[in-house]
């Protein structure tokens, strides 16, 4: 069974600085996709970022990049200029291809210090 | 778009009541998935749909839970019996299914308390 492990149950960070979140997922199959969710206090969960596995660029959106390290089966998240509002629960997700079931890791809590 | 619009977003309940969770997905999309929420578990998901049919339920934890989707724009999830260990944030979301990376749009919960 496909897993996704989140080792850092909590982080921080000060803000405008960077910081990393790690996620390592567990798959034999070579056709999927990983995911980076973000949940604030409001509950909602909000897309970050998205990455095919089949693609070796890694994914940007403005401020959030992933390290998508196939062989290692890690997909790390990256924070750059850390705001405020970036404080939430961040969750990594693994989707294999083919299906729609997503797989959610049990999520890194992210404090933003000013 | 509205988004995907659950109700009621709150809900408390005492053992052995049924509950109803509604989730309207949004328009145009064609899986819709219901989620749940602890602490000890995570996030799980309990069943998703395509196109109105059920597709994997093979998360819904027991009889006591069941979902349908009886058109495009419309899902409950029903308890019944409620008992306490079912209190979680239950999530709907929908998707555009296309074989890509499909992204998955969640509507903001229903937060059950089973007293």
């Known amino acids: 069974a496909q897993t996704v492990t989140q080792s850092q149950p909590e982080m921080s960070v000060q803000e405008a600085e960077t910081v990393t979140l790690s996620c390592t997922y567990d798959t034999s199959e070579s056709d999927y996709y990983l995911f980076w969710y973000k949940q604030p206090p409001s509950r909602q969960m909000i897309l970050v970022i998205r990455?095919?596995?089949?693609?070796?660029q890694n994914a940007t959106e403005n401020r959030f990049s992933v390290n998508f390290q196939k062989a290692a089966k890690s997909f790390s998240l990256k924070i750059s200029d850390s705001q405020l509002g970036d404080a939430a629960m961040y969750f990594c997700?693994?989707?294999?291809?083919?299906?729609?079931?997503?797989?959610f890791g049990k999520g890194t809590k992210l404090t933003v210090n000013p | 778009d509205a988004g995907v619009i659950q109700s009621p977003r709150h809900e408390v309940t005492e053992m052995g009541q049924e509950v109803t969770l509604r989730c309207k997905p949004i328009?145009?999309?064609?899986?819709l998935f219901w989620y749940r929420q602890t602490m000890m578990r995570g996030l799980e998901l309990l069943i998703y749909?395509?196109?109105?049919?059920?597709?994997?339920d093979s998360g819904m934890p027991e009889d006591r839970f069941s979902a349908k989707m009886p058109n495009a724009s419309f899902s409950t999830l029903k308890i019944q019996p409620s008992e306490p260990r079912d209190s979680a944030v239950y999530f709907c979301?929908?998707?555009f299914g296309g074989g890509q990376a499909d992204t998955q749009y969640f509507g903001p919960g229903t937060r059950l308390t089973v007293l």
């Open positions: 997700a693994y989707r294999v291809g083919g299906s729609e079931k997503l797989v």
């Open positions: 979301a929908s998707s």
């Open positions: 990455q095919e596995a089949y693609k070796q």
């Open positions: 749909f395509n196109n109105n049919v059920p597709i994997d």
């Open positions: 328009s145009g999309h064609d899986y």
